[in-house]
């Protein structure tokens, strides 16, 4: 196993091991007669290249990369309304099996491009065959129409090397209006549909079989 | 085993074969130089107790049920954009291993609701220890804006038992326009984001690591 | 992506759909009361460098892989008695969504290495992006016992590049002798074992809970 | 959700959290040049009617079934040879993130049905949606051999409800002699083993491909 590989499988394995134990979660409160906050989670470690290039650009030494990249590992809980977010950002910072080491609300801050999220960077520790590493991971928080945009920027922003054209831009504002909009309305029938997720959990109890 | 089990078994199979085939056409999709047509793919058996209610709701016999309730196994194809949507079904209308049994387009046709999806029933042999079966499946094809809506509309649907409340249609139909409103916006940026996502796709080529 | 990654492509999707397939008629058997002949279903697809070996080894053109090369596209089912395997093949060989190429029967006919297994290749078709292609796979079919006494052998003869040195293969020629006995003695108990796992089966039906 | 669905909700958490953990150390070795002690792992949660059956017959109330019945979540660790047990033993004890709280050794003090295989228990604690709760889990390690031996002993112990005729005891005891004699042959070319495993696993860093 080359040099790479073998720094980046503690990060494999604590993205693997949070991917477990934050779907877990989201069962526990389907299986529960809650409204459940968290739609979906995802994760990923960022690929070689791309830690390379962000390297070069934010000037980290490769010695460093375990302290000043806090992405390498990624997690990202997607929820339904914009208000599961700080119920997930509470439960996050009450378990011990992580430590919270900084956070960035970019709900109440939205950036200029019209990106929204919340971002949360941990030290996890896995257990290894040469013993216990901490790794940092960052986890995302946002809801699906946050998270449908923001895929998109991601693409854009890549094409462009950071650039995107000026009549670009003013497209994904507005698009990011659009994704705003819809969380507005959700958020509007909410209680409603809260409500209406309980009742549905308690009846599916005995059968199951949703989409997943 | 009893009754239910026994029928819903090649259901079950049926769901999990299409599932390893659709996401393997998304795989091979990422991996070429093409845009990506297929989000994410879904699937589910409809529960026993669901099976009962609609079949005495709609008047089926139970020795008709494979034939008459054509819903039983269902999958789920999510986009990002509304043009691939017929993509998929070009794709799907080609295979020789599923039969297209009949078509309708609720997006072209939305409903009252707000509804907007494209249905495809298929009949597809499943290979079993008794032999094989043919059995009937649901397609879906959506884009993720319209997934969102459809979710929550399924919920509230279930909640008053198909009698939701004047105010909260009003709602709905208000949320229906903003998740049409986001499509119409990608849709704007959609060749942007194709030409972006290819560029992205040949990068990756040598180095893995998406959030999946 | 590169030409090997898009020659090996649905020799993947293969492995992939054959895994579902086989294991949704162990999973079939193990909620019926009859006895299950498929203890797990493994999978692979041999690994580049293995294919350009064993290419040149037996002179075979590039071109011709796909023909040529019958087990680029491998697939394993392990059973817990010998009478499984007849078992497993009358119903592979029934089955229409495979057409069977070539058998070779390595149990009757044991190698002298002591290697003893069942080996089927068959044609199967894959739906791409492209359209449907073809491939070759090859089926191995053992018990538990002959798998063990395989995976070492194959460890070794990766070693010594296929020259066993003699003291070797006597040690090997013996722990064959202890598979084969103990695929003997386990024989003798089938029946008892048989009765006995269809009461567990039915007793299970109610509540779950086994080793996966 | 009833009663038993949340009592047995964090020892399924407990059982896919330290699947992940184990089947993580299984691939690090993998991917090291060392042999691997893990074959294979697997979990399961006792089904409710077992639980209720061994607690009426070891008499232990339900208030007390997280203390006294230690196997409710169970792991196994599977390995090659008998020497890689306790490699997997000394690991389990230098975790900190479970406790071991007891160990029995039935292979040096194989029982008298032949039964051979250490039992850890471990306290494990998870993180529910209802705040921190520790359960206890029992990890079985054996070989192979072992595993294949004890799978059917298990089904007739089942079967005759603990009381195995005197003429099937005798087979089962003989067949463990055939599985006995199956590790001690792997035992003594263990060595040779293990260095060809290192060779191929070096090999094998640039190309991927093992049957799983």
Redesign the interface.
Known sequence: ??GW?IFL?PYH?AV??LK??FK??RD??Q????HTPIEFV?????????IQEKAKRKNIALESLHTEMQDIA?L?IVC?FVTDIDTIVD?LR????ITVMSERDYIKEKKSSGYRSYHMVIDY?????E??RHVLAEIQIRT??MN?WA??EH??N???SGEIPEH?KR??V??A???Y??D???S??QD??R???S??TK??????????
Chains 1, 2, 3, 4 share one sequence.
């Open positions: 196993m080359n590989a499988s394995q693997e091991e477990v134990k877990s979660l526990q409160y299986r529960s007669s809650k995802t994760g990923r470690v960022k690929p070689m290249t791309s990624g990202r339904q439960m009450s378990r011990n099996d520790p896995v257990h290894t065959i013993g216990t699906m129409a449908f895929t998109i693409s854009l890549y094409k462009y670009v497209r994904l507005r698009a209006e659009a994704a909009n819809l507005e309305e959700m509007k029938i409603e549909v409500e209406a997720q009742i549905i009846r599916r109890e005995e059968n199951k079989g949703t989409y997943k």
